[in-house]
């Protein structure tokens, strides 16, 4: 109920695809906000993508700018996971990747819950 996994990370070119999967428990792929984040060398873990219980499309979606019309987050209720599909990749896009449950929304702003999974390596080169 607090572990989440993620997989799919690896080495990609820019300009290419790659999906990653955080597979956590149906209790808690149900009941919370799921999200991801990254953290690159040297810098702070920011926000990427956010998807509410129920329907993971529409307005249940939300992006940071620099993702926007690249990155898709959905739910696989079937398989228990959060995916992120990420498209048209940018050497920006390298970092380690976490999955998070419980994030809510303030005034615009992201915060993350207080389940992450251990990160998975994102490299893009040009």
């Known amino acids: 109920q607090v572990q989440l996994v993620e997989s799919g990370g690896g080495s990609v070119q820019a300009g290419g695809s790659l999906r990653l999967s955080c597979v956590a428990s149906?209790?808690?792929?149900?009941?919370?906000?799921m999200g991801w984040y990254r953290q690159a060398p040297g810098k702070q873990r920011e926000f990427v993508a956010a998807?509410?219980?129920?329907?993971?499309?529409?307005?249940?979606?939300d992006y940071a700018d620099s993702v926007k019309g690249r990155f898709t987050i959905s739910r696989d209720y079937a398989r228990n996971t959060v995916n992120l599909e990420m498209k048209n990749v940018k050497v920006e896009d390298t970092g380690v990747y976490y999955c998070?449950?419980?994030?809510?929304?303030?005034?615009?702003?992201?915060?993350?819950?207080?389940?992450w999974g251990q990160g998975t390596q994102v490299t893009v080169s040009s």
């Open positions: 998807a509410g219980p129920g329907r993971s499309t529409g307005r249940s979606q």
């Open positions: 149906r209790s808690i792929i149900s009941n919370n906000i």
């Open positions: 998070n449950a419980g994030l809510k929304k303030v005034l615009s702003t992201w915060y993350a819950g207080d389940v």
